[in-house]
């Protein structure tokens, strides 16, 4: 165990500094001037050339990305070409915004998809299973942007139950009222995965010779669902769930934008826009070593939620 | 009930769902203003009384007016900075604003002295404002040390001088009748005073921390949040008077869906829009909505390389200018909103400004004999261009193609680019046409700087190659008013008979405000003021 998780670990961060290289040449490579986009209408070449000294981007792209390398490892990961600050400030500022609503849409997807994954199965075939089945293709097929944008219509504008835009004061109850929305609209296709998944999972374990064995002993019908069935049920389940967090963290960057919310996705949004080079590679870099972490996190899980998973 | 059978069932729950969810999501937009029933409903996160929520679209580039790009910078500028003057809301000519009048040019024209207002505060403490804050300020823009962005700007400048507390000189190595727009607090800002002793202070890195000012609003470094939110609270010892509003709050929203609903929720008072289905669909049909249309000093416009064939000659420049259909464009990219230019890309508005009567019709007939004048047939004509990739200006040249392709020309299309990859091809001679727009102020000088030699690719953007008007431009720079008036309309004829530059479009700029805001005033070119504005009762 202990070296096959040194071993993911070190896949891992050759993982990571390929995506560091792979994200610096791409955003150098595509055409574009970051200094003209900064310029805009306003371009002059002696402004230009002040800028690109600035940005260290009159130097050859080898010794940009040795610099970029050397600084890296030592913590600093540049500067925005637009604010001036340290990209790392910012985007640790950000992550907070974004990792409450991974962790709310999460919730939300958990105490909506596995209860209704659940009747589905035990009510296989019946109106409920077809129509709980319809509302997760639904809630699937619906681009979670465009979720949003009817969200905010109607519980906004129409009923006037939420905010529209900005992730609210310090107080805790204006916060959750700012994280509602965002969250059913980015949790709600992992919700109708879950419950897919749930439904699955149950109805093959509701098949298993241990439940007929617990059912023949004349165990009460919840206890055989709810204590041996459910918690088999839930290992395929809660290994997805490790990997929607970082799909979740993917999904804030348009859900973010729809609301006007303050966070990761966001950020990184408003910085490609504004070719800001440098805070673009380092969010991805950072999205990268979440979907990285979460990975290993969840190989390494598996031995843990089954015992009969060995890792040679 | 087979399994099979079951399966179809929820798939078309699910697809009467999905369905259902699009045709509630694409109901069609009111067409009234209805104020609501239940008056609760609108005043959820109604802003404090006296805060004034003004969202932008743009991050904004640094806070020092050295170093400062992009238009984000000039709304949050024209709060927390003062300028010599200010633009006026209504005419955008200069105003005397720190300044206690218009300059008082020396005999040669060459030196302008102000008398600036006594009593003037800077923010956070640093004391009085001064002459030599003045000179300081402006000195940046020309020391070669500071590499200020904008030292083209000042081209003009010798040096800045504090003759006493109160009086700058500034010393000119030529006469400029433009050159007040400079002093003038406006985008991006270059017009903008900092504290020479609270810039010895704090240093740069210390003045974009905590940016010192001395406009009507103090910068609330405490609540700003980078690409987020700026909060300005009023300036009780501005020099004109503490304002009427107490703080503005600026978030930064770029979604145009989502600053309309924003307003619609009462959660943003006010914002510029460039969206003009958006405007379409909530101004005065979606209650609290409301807005104001103004003219913006700008041009959209087709430079056409002059050093290629055919186009170095003038009949085939005007042969293409006449296949374009301009009030096409208007209607199908602008809604209708906007002006068409006369032949020269002047906007009408300017100073210094006049009309000379010349426009081009949409002629194709007219645009078939030029070709064949210059000897070329026009089902022959070759010729690519580039523009913008934005929405707007992919349809914009979609129009323009649809235009060429109509009037029977060989192989003629702007294709439109992702903005860096445009910024990169702008500049090559292997563009026939490069369709580009410029936002620039009621001074001429700025517009008529795109045609002049010193502009011309790498150096500038000069992108028709075209040098012919130097002298006229060079001229025209005089301080005499009459006299400018004269050489401008010189220019304007000498435009219009070589048409190096296609003029299409001036653009209409959008306001939406709530009916909290009062006060919003329009002129060619808005120019926030926070003084203009009052919350409604």
Known sequence: MKTYAVKRLLQGFITVIGAMTVVFLMVRLVPGDPVATLLGDYYTEEAAQVLRSEFGLHQPIYVQYFNYLTDAFQGDFGYSFVTGRPVYNTLVEAFPFTMELAIASLVFALTIGVPVGVMAALNRNSWIDMLSMAFAIAFISIPGFYLGVLLLQYFSLGLGWFPVTGVGGPELADRLRHLVLPAIALGAPTAAISARMTRSSVVEVMGEDYIRTARSKGIHERIVVFKHALRNAMIPVVAIIGLSVAVRFGGSVVIETVFARRGVGYLLIQSIYDRDFVQVQFGILFYACVLVLVNIICDLSYAGLDPRIRYN | ?537
């Open chain 2, 1 to 537: 009930m087979s399994r099979f059978t079951s399966r179809k069932i929820a798939l078309l729950l699910a697809s009467v769902l999905v369905l259902g969810f699009a045709a509630f999501g694409c109901g069609p937009p009111e067409e009234e203003v209805e104020e609501p029933e239940d008056p609760d409903v609108d005043e959820v996160d109604e802003p404090d009384e006296d805060t004034i929520i003004y969202a932008v679209g743009e991050a904004v580039c640094g806070w020092l007016p050295e170093q400062t790009t992009g238009s984000g910078f000039s709304a949050p500028a024209r709060l927390f900075l003062e300028g010599l003057y200010r633009l006026d809301v209504e005419t955008a000519e200069p105003v005397p604003s720190l300044a206690k009048d218009m300059p008082e040019y020396s005999d040669d024209g060459t030196v302008l002295t102000i008398e600036i207002h006594e009593g003037a505060k800077w923010h956070h403490g640093y004391g009085e404002v001064t002459a030599e804050d003045v000179a300081f300020s402006f000195n940046r823009h020309v020391d070669p040390d500071v590499d200020s962005v904008h030292q083209a700007q000042f081209w003009a400048l010798e040096e800045a001088v504090a003759v006493d507390d109160y009086t700058v000189e500034f010393h000119l190595s030529e006469p400029f009748g433009g050159f007040i727009y400079n002093l003038t607090l406006m985008h991006p800002g270059w017009g903008g005073i900092i504290s020479k002793e609270a810039f010895e202070d704090l240093g740069v890195e210390g003045l974009e921390e905590k940016p010192v000012g001395a406009g009507p609003y103090v910068f609330n470094t405490d609540e700003y949040i980078p690409r987020e939110a700026l909060v300005f609270d009023a300036h009780e010892d501005y020099f004109k008077g503490a304002p009427d509003i107490d703080r503005v709050e600026m978030p930064q929203i770029e979604d145009s869906s989502t600053l309309a609903m924003a307003m619609e929720a009462r959660e943003i008072d006010m914002t510029l829009l460039r969206d003009v289905p958006i405007w379409e669909e909530y101004t005065g049909r979606v209650y609290p909505i409301d807005g104001h249309t103004y003219d913006e000093i700008h041009i959209t416009k087709m430079d056409i390389t002059t050093i290629n064939e055919p186009w170095d000659d003038p009949r085939a420049r005007w042969a293409i200018a006449h296949t374009i259909d301009r009030e096409a464009i208007r209607q199908i990219v602008y809604e209708g909103y906007g002006l068409i230019p006369d032949a020269n890309i002047l906007h009408p508005d300017m100073m210094h400004v006049e009309d000379i009567g010349v426009d081009i019709e949409h002629d194709v007939d007219r645009a078939h004999e030029l070709f064949a004048e210059v000897g070329v047939e026009a089902g022959d004509v070759e010729a690519t261009g580039c523009t913008y990739g934005s929405a707007e200006y992919r349809n914009f040249a979609e129009v323009m193609n649809t235009s060429f392709a109509e009037a029977g020309l060989g192989d003629v299309e702007i294709e439109p680019l992702e903005r860096g990859a445009f910024h990169d091809q702008r500049g090559s001679v292997e563009n026939d046409f490069v369709v580009i727009a410029h936002p620039r102020w009621p001074d001429p000088d700025p517009f008529l700087s795109l045609v002049h030699g010193d502009a011309i690719p790498p150096d500038g953007i000069n992108f028709c190659w075209w040098d012919e008007a130097d002298d006229l431009i060079d001229k025209s720079r005089v301080t005499d008013g009459d006299e400018r008036t004269e050489i401008v309309t010189e220019i304007q004829h000498l435009l219009s008979e070589e048409m190096p530059q296609v003029p299409l479009y001036h653009r209409q700029g959008f306001v939406m405000v709530t009916d909290r805001v009062g006060g919003v005033k329009m002129g060619p070119g808005w120019h926030f003021d926070p003084y203009q504005l009052y919350i409604e009762e």
